[in-house]
């Protein structure tokens, strides 16, 4: 008898392995079966292609943020030991007056980012239509876009020099040489000599999208617009600007961030001396020049706070302060011509 119990427990032993392996095979196979069919090879394709951009992302985007977030904490140098001191850090930056004079510096280039994208709107208004020789001013506005930022820095630092290029044509002007400023010297001016070139850089940028923005607005209605008596600034205020609101916030986040990030022009053309030094520039230098890399980290988490504080005060204004008129007037207008389009086509 016992040795029956044991065979038939050997047997059932067996026979559980068997199902267990039968039901492997089962799963393997639906497996494959999915995996043959269009949607499981679209998903295969999907997550293929997503999974490089994502290790890269988690490698060299997040890792280093999570990293940067712990060193904030310490007193350390890029070698050697770390002795953590809490949220020290962040107050000696908060408290530290060179920090708070290059967070002012932040006005220059916040308004100059202003002026840029008014300028950039302006002319993508006049070349979106037809205009002679639009394609050689967009070119034109859109090159110095593709110069490299530390050429453009020794460029302009030739520019601006005493008795260069831009005194010469101010001479040629008829101003005195004697009555005019050093450029790069005195800080009434210098300041915003840089803020001119990051707006000569950056303006054609924002054109091309505002161009591309504007030419996807339908034709038909500037010819509606037209008929009902609106002149060119109407069209401009009441259809332009309303069908293009999305990419107006989008440039504007893209300005106001990359003024409160400035780097290039203080740091090639003056180095960031006689007060051009921007928050992002002495935190540069707080890392790499001064080993501070503590410190360094608390700045650079206060700079990403702040932008994003800038980016989120900047959509709710725009989506509950400013009035939407402008755009329902638009969609009034797009209605009235499917209407009238519904008629012609019932005629």
Request: net charge positive.
């Amino acid at each position: 008898m016992s040795q029956g119990k044991h065979l038939a427990h050997i047997m059932g032993g067996l026979m559980g392995k068997i199902n267990t392996a039968a039901n492997k095979d089962g799963i393997i196979h639906r497996l494959l079966k999915w995996l043959r069919s269009g949607k499981g090879q679209r998903t295969v394709i999907i997550i293929t292609f997503m999974s490089v951009p994502l290790l890269l992302l988690i490698v060299f985007a997040y890792l280093p943020f999570i990293k940067m977030f712990e060193f904030s904490f310490f007193n350390m140098k890029y070698i050697g030991e770390r002795k953590f001191i809490g949220l020290d850090n962040y107050r000696d930056v908060l408290t530290d007056k060179e920090v708070m004079n290059s967070l002012k510096l932040t006005l220059y280039y916040l308004v100059g980012s202003f002026v840029q994208l008014a300028l950039a709107l302006y002319f993508a208004t006049m070349l979106s239509f037809k205009t002679k020789g639009g394609s050689f001013f967009k070119g034109t506005i859109f090159f110095p876009y593709l110069i490299s930022g530390i050429a453009m820095g020794f460029m302009f630092r030739f520019f601006y020099t005493r008795g260069f290029v831009f005194d010469t044509v101010l001479t040629w002007l008829g101003v005195e040489l004697e009555n005019l400023p050093y450029w790069l010297r005195d800080k009434g001016v210098n300041n915003m000599a840089l803020v001119a070139t990051s707006v000569w850089k950056y303006m054609g940028q924002n054109m091309v999208l505002f161009i591309g923005a504007i030419m996807s607005v339908d034709k038909d209605l500037y010819e509606s617009a037209s008929l009902d008596g609106a002149n060119r600034w109407h069209q401009f205020c009441y259809i332009i600007l309303p069908s293009i609101k999305t990419i107006v916030v989008l440039n504007m986040i893209l300005s106001i961030t990359g003024s409160l990030s400035a780097f290039e022009p203080p740091y090639v053309i003056t180095g960031g001396t006689r007060g051009t030094s921007t928050f992002f520039l002495l935190m540069h230098n707080m890392a790499h020049r001064h080993q501070k890399v503590g410190k360094a980290s608390a700045m650079a988490l206060i700079l990403f706070g702040l932008i994003l504080i800038v980016t989120i005060a900047q959509k709710l204004i725009f989506k509950y302060a400013l009035s939407d008129s402008n755009e329902d007037i638009s969609k009034k207008t797009a209605r009235m011509i499917k209407k009238q389009r519904a008629k012609e086509a019932q005629q």
